[in-house]
């Protein structure tokens, strides 16, 4: 050490910093030693760092005994949040995992979910500055921009009249590209060729809906419209319907069927959606066919129809209809207008296409994770009476069993009890167990296990949308839904929905053990712990969650429920219940990210 006594002139500037970085170093572990020894904080430091290596180790086993604690009530600590990067994600969607696989057909750009051994066991946080939600029906004119920061779209579209910032707020004027005056004089001009109004249609479906202002003002005419669109540039398309108040989910039209059952629709509207529907011998043309009802009608304004330098995808366009005997209600400006046949196609007949009939084995109401076909589905392929206009109006359609019922054993009488079940059940939720249904605080619903849409039947006049879940392993209840006049899609619990974080006011599921049996099998696919993380994730904050399962079950959830920092209450079932069911109702904490919260 003779070396510190040196003049500083005769010292080695490099040696001098080397040893003192060396000396600092020594004393800082001595320090930090100290502390961890002889403190508390070591204890805590400790715990922490435990838990967050059990959160993000690629070791299987230690997640799934994190995963068998938490369940059993045994892990003291709440399951720590997701880093501030994570405010939108979503794990079937996730860009960087997307980017790595084929284009062909925007394959990178559907559904690609991680094993629940790769996902992080964590809860998605807020974004800084996050507000409880605008509610509806204001939210379908502005919401909190601090709640979505993503200005691409005002910026790319404010002109065409999609959403521009105004002081805290996005404000959407209710415009598109293909209507940038709006969205009301655009239905009008629909309305002179199709029956907007009455109670005719009632079910829609609009491809690559922008921020879903056609969706938002189709409400007033009574037509409910499931609005979709990829992750894309635009970043949160979707996300801004959900903010809205608008039923839409995120999805994209690549190589495989789009999961809703055959016949869905009386109205498919695609403005500017960019699908190129007579690529790969019309295959995507096929698949608004099998979604479509008969009698019901195709809207498809901008590119191609009468766009310049696309005289041939036009001429195409007209053939594929021309080959399914659509009738051809308007051409107007560049929007084409076409009516599908109520009856059987009218194939096999020749032409240009090469289009064919599906085999009579196929079933067109199969759509998880199913190929798309490039034959026709065949409207005698699903029993009954569910054309445009033999079907009845809305609403009288909600309470009406339809012909799709009969597909499950004792269809109709099984109808008839699961909606006057639900009535009840809405009764006893909204009056005894003080939920805040038919309420401004309730906009987007979600029925995780809907069966035959009984829980969205009962909520019909009130001022919600439910997306319905009919999950891909149980009966295929869901055509039932959409001839109510009511919206859904196929899911399997043991993924991620494709949905943003903060999506949802209420959740509601009852039987959730059913979600994750292997059919037939007290085995299970996945665990509970993982499914009720990702109910989280969807979970706006003050939001609300209603499970109804066997009180072993409801025990467990509890104590999965505070590991998420929900707050819960535990009731009886409703007295005329001959079910061995309790109902747990949380509440999702409003919790910020520590660096948020200053």
Known sequence: MGHLNLPASKRNPRQWKLLDLVSAAFFGLVFLFFLLVFTPLGDSLAASGRQALLLSTSDPRQRLRLVELIEAGRHPQQIEACSEHTVDHMPCEDPRRNSQLSREMNYYRERHCPLPDETPLCLIPPPNGYKIPVQWPQSLHKIWHANMPHNKIADRKGHQGWMKEEGEYFVFPGGGTMFPEGAIPYIEKLGQYIPISGGILRTALDMGCGVASFGGYMLKEGILTLSFAPRDSHKAQIQFALERGIPAFVAMLGTRRLPFPAFSF?????????????????????????????????????????????????????????????????????????????????????????????????????????????????????????????????????????????????????????????????????????????????????????????????????????????????????????????????????????????????????????????????????????????????????GTVMIRDSPEVIDRVDHIAHAVRWTTIIHEKEPESQGREKILVATKSFWKLPSASH
Request: net charge neutral; proline share 6%; aromatic share 10%.
């Open 266 to 542: 009386d109205l498919v509207h695609c403005s500017r959606c960019l699908i190129p529907f007579t690529a790969y011998n019309a295959t995507y043309f096929i698949e608004v066919d099998r979604l479509l009802r008969p009698g019901g009608y195709l809207v498809i304004s901008g590119p191609p129809v009468q766009w310049a330098k696309q005289d041939k995808e036009w001429a195409d366009l007209q053939g594929v209809a021309r080959a399914l005997c659509y009738e051809l209600i308007a051409v107007d400006g560049n929007t084409v207008i076409w009516k599908k046949p109520a009856g059987d196609s009218c194939l096999p007949n020749q032409n240009e296409f090469g289009l064919e009939l599906c085999e009579e084995t196929d079933d067109p109401s199969y759509a998880w994770y199913l190929k798309l076909k490039k034959c026709v589905s065949r409207a005698s392929s699903v029993n009954g009476e569910y054309a445009v206009g033999t079907i009845p109006k809305w609403p009288d359609r909600v309470t009406k069993a339809p012909s799709r019922a009969m597909l499950v054993k004792n269809g109709i009488d099984l109808f008839e009890a699961d909606t006057r079940r639900w009535v009840r059940r809405l009764a006893y939720y909204k009056n005894s167990l003080n939920v805040k249904l038919g309420t401004q605080a309730m906009r987007n619903v979600m029925d995780m296990n809907a069966f035959f849409g009984g829980f969205a039947a009962a909520l019909a006049s009130d001022p919600v949308w439910v997306m319905n879940i009919v999950p891909a392993g149980k009966l295929s209840t869901l055509g039932v839904i959409f001839d109510r006049g009511l919206i859904g899609v196929y899911h399997d619990w043991c993924e991620p929905f494709s949905t943003y974080p903060r999506t949802y006011d209420l959740i509601h599921v009852a039987g959730i053990e059913s979600l994750i049996k292997s059919p037939g099998s007290s085995k299970n696919r996945c665990n509970l712990v993982d499914l009720i993380v990702e109910m989280d994730r969807m979970l706006r904050p003050e």
